[in-house]
């Protein structure tokens, strides 16, 4: 629903940079993009719990605390009102980050597994309920960083530190896809992973972006 409300944006951008004036495309979709805005935040924000419900349905709100309300603030055109940003990176902050990357899911919750271990089954059931995800640190850090400002740059910089701690654990001289929800948080997963790559790269370049800025 967020990179729905996003692209409308983005589109309307383009189309007033680029397009005809007077475009009707502008009218139309201006209209379109405040009733998805609006209804956004009627459907998925929860005043009791500070953040954002993970999805809706039939049933009503699901609010399991897990890090896709981050990309929902993280989208260059966000949903999501600047003054209510903070208090979702809050409970970010107290429930999902860990030192090697951020919880799929809460430690506080009756699913969670914090430990990639078991069958087959049980280490399926771990992977989408308390296993980390090192990728999820490129949206965190520049929802932290639009948030809090400089004073983000030491913990950013811890963040991607304890890594290169891990090099020689999982797979030698790589990144591993995911890690133990629990400390001491042991790799798992891809021995060399893509994502989990790209995702603490994105985080050192924010840094050195933000030393430039």
Not at 113 to 140: F, S
Not at 189 to 200: D, K, Q, V, Y
Request: net charge negative; aromatic share 12%; glycine share 8%.
């Amino acid at each position: 629903n967020a990179f729905w409300y996003n692209a409308i944006c983005f589109a309307i951008e383009m189309e007033r940079k680029y397009g005809p004036k007077n475009s009707l495309f502008i009218t139309k979709w201006e209209a379109i993009r405040d009733l998805v805005k609006g209804s956004y935040i009627q459907k998925f924000w929860n005043e009791k719990a500070g953040c954002l419900a993970d999805y809706v349905d039939n049933n009503g709100q699901n609010m399991d605390i897990r890090p896709n309300q981050l990309l929902a603030i993280a989208v260059p055109y966000s949903p999501v009102d600047d003054e209510l940003q903070p208090s979702i990176l809050r409970v970010v902050d107290n429930e999902l980050v860990t030192s090697r990357g951020i919880r799929t899911l809460s430690p506080r919750d009756a699913k969670y597994k914090g430990v990639y271990d078991g069958t087959q089954i049980e280490r399926d059931l771990a992977y989408h309920q308390g296993c980390t995800r090192p990728w999820i640190l490129e949206p965190y850090a520049i929802v932290s960083f639009k948030i809090k400002g400089p004073s983000f740059r030491k913990k950013a910089e811890w963040l991607i530190e304890g890594f290169y701690d891990d090099l020689g654990k999982h797979g030698v001289g790589a990144f591993s896809e995911l890690y133990d929800g629990d400390p001491p948080h042991e790799p798992h997963g891809a021995i060399s992973s893509a994502l989990s790559t790209a995702g603490l790269l994105s985080v050192e370049h924010l840094l050195e972006k933000f030393k430039e800025d």
